[in-house]
């Protein structure tokens, strides 16, 4: 329903409270720096309560829809849309940001520049909740654009770059490209890879506006004319590819996946924060905005916008679990987890454009997006507190360490396991499982190179997460610790204020995991009836499929699925815990002959993608730069400028003379002028 600005002022709060804080922690700050961050974290939970009273509205499948005069000239209105997909996800992230808003005031305890700290985290999560219940494109990019302009500054948070505050392993090399990243290049190259992304998304909103006349969401859907127009033209496809890059960009999807690992100079808040609940999810949730639409318009031939984006979810997918097997780096792994859980996201809203039951996949996808943004932001917490005890991000520099940190130990672990899908009682088993069974049950043509693909993923999810909790909790001290606790230095326990935001998030991982069949069943009927009510996608389309279910046996699962959800987890989880849990096998000893090392050192290097970007982006295109100013501006272009140069001179010579200050002969020049104008006028 459309209503009044007053009549929907929660839903303009949701974005708008986060900026107004954002804009007054200056002032705030000149007063008092406690009130400083307790205000901060005031607005955030503000925000979040604004999203709270949406909840009725979104569970009773309803909407809120608010517009108000902007730019006239082409009769776009700014509004805000407030839809079950907007109200679960901006309860996702203003939630998950409030809990991180509080774990942040003991991580960042005594930083001396916490008043830019929270200003970008403010202006972050306006621009992100922006981004989520605008009603048009244009609102949508211009929260993309302050997200992009806000992660900048926060992964260069630490401008200062001390070595400890660097990603990647000094000194390591790959095709003579070094792999150790301050802060401030981390930050450049993000803000340039999802730039240029942004760029493709900016070209696809303008063909569509140049065809429909409009940006709204509402309006697309309510004349498809623009559509037909456009597929008539061979441009709709394209149009929707365009958009995707811009997700691909944001939700660091291959080949513009390399920005998200050097990401982590950040602090550990902020990559919880951006890089596990929000702005990698922005991608996602665009797909999830405009995914409904394109399908709607499946009799004009869109679903290879589908196959692009459900094979580009399941490229990156594999392409980043590998690498997380290999990392010495907590924050690291769980960057190539991040970027490979979404991955199966992606692939979840694509099987769902390719199958004639598209609320399957589409709940599946945001059912992961929902699950992970809980147990990630619990990970990426649970990580800081080891790093902010141990002053060290390397694995290899932990060990042992459960019996100092219980608590983040048993928190970390719950989390672990949803991220591993442990059967039944995690809410990462559901989700993934409910992603196999929409690929298995698609009909898509080739469904089983998709779904082996995700099958052999969760194998090394499971076996990369019991790594990275063996390495950090379990075997003996490392040297590193031994020595800190030589020089005086008690490992010990974090604070509540910082363990308890990732318990809370831990705990509800597994809390939806234990409830997850029935939390999925009432997904699937709410986005049933948000799909039938906005865009038309009618029953016939299951009917056609059947009921989605046919085959399915205990819990509603998929045989077939389930299997292999446990089986991925049984044996990827077996050998990361014979490998670094029990440690009854010793991993270096596999990796010792020269097949292994040599798949170790292609994995370690990250498949030389990243030497691949800068020698093909940088460097190349600096040496034929270098080359051109030789060879031709130095030579020819500079031989050419004397006498271009000396030209010039005599001409204003000339021109020189004719200016002699004199008034009437300005006059007499200026009506000659005239007259000769008259006289070519009259021939």
Not at 84 to 100: D, E, G, K, S
Not at 223 to 245: E, I, K, S
Not at 582 to 607: C, I, M, Q, S
Not at 613 to 619: A, K
């Amino acid at each position: 329903m459309v209503v009044g600005f007053s009549e929907s002022i929660n839903v303009w709060l949701i974005w708008m409270l986060p900026f107004i804080g954002a804009a007054a922690m200056p002032a705030i700050a000149k007063g008092s720096k406690k009130a400083r961050d307790y205000i901060a974290v005031g607005f955030a939970l503000a925000s979040a309560i604004s999203a709270a009273t949406l909840i009725p509205v979104g569970l009773a499948g309803h909407e809120i829809h608010s517009q108000i005069p902007w730019i006239s000239s082409i009769g776009l209105k700014a509004g805000v849309l407030a839809d079950p997909l907007a109200i679960l996800m901006t309860n996702i992230v203003a939630w998950i940001a409030f809990l991180i808003f509080v774990y942040s005031v003991g991580y960042m305890h005594g930083d001396k520049d916490l008043t830019r700290y929270w200003f970008f985290m403010l202006f972050f999560i306006g621009s992100m909740q922006l981004i989520v219940i605008s009603d048009n494109l244009l609102m949508v990019f211009f929260g993309w654009e302050g997200v992009g302009l806000a992660s900048f500054a926060l992964i260069a948070f630490w401008y200062h770059d001390r070595k400890k505050d660097y990603v990647g392993v000094e000194g390591h090399r790959a095709a003579g490209i070094p792999m150790w990243t301050a802060p401030t290049h981390a930050g450049m190259k993000a803000f340039l890879m999802t730039r240029a992304g942004d760029v493709m998304m900016l070209a696809g909103m303008f063909l569509i506006f140049a065809n429909a006349g409009t940006f709204g969401f509402k309006e697309l859907v309510a004349d498809q004319t623009w559509a037909q127009n456009m597929a008539a033209q061979n441009l709709l496809v394209p149009a929707a590819v365009l958009l995707f890059g811009g997700a691909v960009g944001k939700s660091a999807q291959f080949p513009l996946n390399e920005w998200l690992l050097e990401a982590m100079t950040g602090p550990t808040s902020v990559s919880a924060l951006i890089h596990a609940a929000t702005m990698v999810k922005a991608g996602v949730f665009l797909v999830a905005r405009i995914g409904p639409l394109f399908f709607a318009l499946s009799a004009l031939n869109t679903g290879q916008f589908f196959e692009v984006v459900a094979w580009t979810g399941a490229i990156t997918a594999f392409l980043l679990a590998t690498q997380a097997l290999v990392s010495p780096e907590i924050k690291k792994v769980l960057a190539y987890s991040t970027g490979s859980q979404i991955g199966y996201m992606m692939m979840g809203i694509g099987i769902a454009g390719l199958s004639l039951n598209f609320t399957d996949g589409y709940t599946a996808g945001f059912f992961h997006l929902m699950s992970h943004a809980m147990f990630k932001a619990s990970l990426f917490m649970g990580a800081g507190a080891l790093l902010h005890t141990v002053h060290s991000r390397f694995m290899t520099d932990m060990g042992g360490l459960r019996k100092q940190m219980p608590k983040t130990y048993i928190f970390m672990l719950l989390a672990a396991l949803s991220l591993a899908g442990a059967p039944l009682f995690t809410s990462g088993f559901w989700s993934k499982d409910a992603i196999f069974a929409a690929v298995l049950e698609s009909g898509y043509q080739y469904s089983w190179g998709l779904f082996a693909m995700a099958v052999i993923v969760a194998v090394m999810t499971a076996f990369y997460t019991f790594r990275m909790i063996g390495m950090a909790f379990f075997g003996n001290k490392s040297k590193h610790v031994e020595k800190m606790e030589q020089e005086g230095h008690h490992v010990h326990e974090v604070s509540a204020v910082m363990w308890a935001p990732f318990a809370i998030l831990a705990v509800a991982s597994i809390a939806v995991g234990v409830v997850g069949f029935m939390f999925e069943e009432q997904l699937h009927e709410l986005f049933s009836e948000y799909l039938r009510e906005s865009f038309a996608i009618e029953a016939p389309h299951e009917a056609a499929a059947g009921d989605g279910s046919s085959g399915r046996v205990f819990l509603n699962l998929n045989p077939i699925a389930a299997a292999a959800s446990v089986g991925a987890f049984g044996v990827g989880g077996a050998l990361g815990f014979v490998f670094y849990v029990a440690r009854k096998a010793d991993p270096e000893a596999v990796g010792r002959n020269v097949v292994t090392h040599g798949l170790w050192k292609f994995l370690y290097n990250r498949w030389y993608l990243n030497s691949a970007l800068y020698w093909g982006g940088v460097i190349g295109p600096l040496a034929i730069y270098r080359f051109l100013w030789r060879y031709f501006e130095s030579t020819v272009v500079d031989g050419i400028n004397p006498a271009f140069q000396g030209a010039m001179a005599g001409m204003s010579k000339l021109v020189k003379v004719s200016q002699t200050g004199v008034t009437q002969t300005y006059l007499f020049v200026f009506g000659v002028g005239i007259m000769i104008v008259v006289m070519l006028l009259l021939l």
